[in-house]
């Protein structure tokens, strides 16, 4: 069974959503540690709840990213990690981990890539009045949200849509969705690239 390390900065939402699957056994996979960057983040406290071992990196305490990154990589040595989730980790991978983790380290993101990258991408839709968003599953690469794409589902947006409802329209995707490509992921090996279309 594939060991995992999930990276999160904040709420953990789709943190908990996976730690659920591995619960239920719907995800073959083994939550083996949580990497966090922000001290006080409710991920962490997920974490304490399901007893996986959690660890805070700051990154503003290390003099460089790659010793920010020796650091982080050390602890996922000690666990054997195979394979690192990120999710709502709001940090560029860097050299370092990329290195280590060629081809295995995956993101979730709030919006169809390329469009709307980076931070707000919910934000970001909804001042373009963008008639359509969504959620995309990419494998990470050195850019900022760049990586090839795994899998995309799309989101209308209506007239009155708001942030909160943008937002939880979305986060409902990606708690479906992010558990069935990691099963797929983590069981079948190297990844044929998927697009999907659901009925929304
Ligand atoms: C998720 O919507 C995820 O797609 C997004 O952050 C949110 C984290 O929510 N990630 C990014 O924007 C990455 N660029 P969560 O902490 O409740 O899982």
Known sequence: MKKIAVFASGNGSNFQAIIDVVTSGELAAEISVLICDKPGAYAVERANEAGIPSFVFQAKVYPSKEEYEEAILKELNKYDVDFIVLAGYMRLIGTTLLSAYQGRIVNIHPSLLPAFPGKDAIGQALAAKAKWSGVTIHYVDEGMDTGPIIIQE???????????????????????????????????GDVIYVTKARAN
């Open 154 to 188: 799309r989101v209308k947006l209506e007239d009155n849509e708001t942030r909160e409802t943008l937002q939880k329209k979305i986060q409902q995707i990606e708690h479906k969705l992010y558990p069935e490509v990691l099963q797929m992921l983590l069981t079948q």
